[in-house]
């Protein structure tokens, strides 16, 4: 069984590419994960690649933003390359089936600070944050 969850914030905005032939979508972004601390323990944090493909991708690159929190469910690939020194590099990627937008809000303009906006895409409503359970 190869399958992963993630809940974490990203690292930096999507970067959104098409693939030569097909031009399929793909967007890629870093997650911050923090592990969870134990008594007397120092906080470590991971740091996994994540890889979307199609619409949804294209859903990432113009709805996320960095610092937004996201949930993503996929797999875990693989892969190696050898860099310019010759050295082999081994990559773990996640490759996402389905990212959540935790977050909602347009991009921020010219900084990073996060703002929370009442409009939600077509087809989405917004959620009410008062709500009691």
């Given at each position: 069984m190869n399958s992963v969850v993630l809940i974490g914030r990203l690292t930096r905005d999507p970067e959104l590419r098409y693939t030569a032939g097909t031009q399929m979508a793909v967007a890629t972004f870093t997650l911050a994960i923090d592990r969870p601390v134990r008594a007397?323990?120092?906080?470590q944090t991971d740091f996994?690649?994540?890889t979307v493909f199609g619409k949804q991708a294209e859903n990432c690159e113009k709805f996320l933003a960095k610092g937004r929190l996201v949930g993503v469910q996929g797999r875990l690939q693989t892969g190696s390359y050898t860099n310019k020194d010759g050295a082999t590099v081994y990559t773990t990627d996640v490759v996402a089936d389905r990212v959540e937008f935790l977050e909602w809000g347009d991009r921020?303009?010219?900084g990073s600070q996060?703002?929370?906006v009442d409009d939600a895409p077509s087809g989405f409503s917004a959620i009410d944050e008062d709500i009691p359970f």
């Amino acid at each position: 069984m190869n399958s992963v969850v993630l809940i974490g914030r990203l690292t930096r905005d999507p970067e959104l590419r098409y693939t030569a032939g097909t031009q399929m979508a793909v967007a890629t972004f870093t997650l911050a994960i923090d592990r969870p601390v134990r008594a007397g323990g120092e906080r470590q944090t991971d740091f996994p690649r994540v890889t979307v493909f199609g619409k949804q991708a294209e859903n990432c690159e113009k709805f996320l933003a960095k610092g937004r929190l996201v949930g993503v469910q996929g797999r875990l690939q693989t892969g190696s390359y050898t860099n310019k020194d010759g050295a082999t590099v081994y990559t773990t990627d996640v490759v996402a089936d389905r990212v959540e937008f935790l977050e909602w809000g347009d991009r921020p303009q010219g900084g990073s600070q996060m703002s929370r906006v009442d409009d939600a895409p077509s087809g989405f409503s917004a959620i009410d944050e008062d709500i009691p359970f």
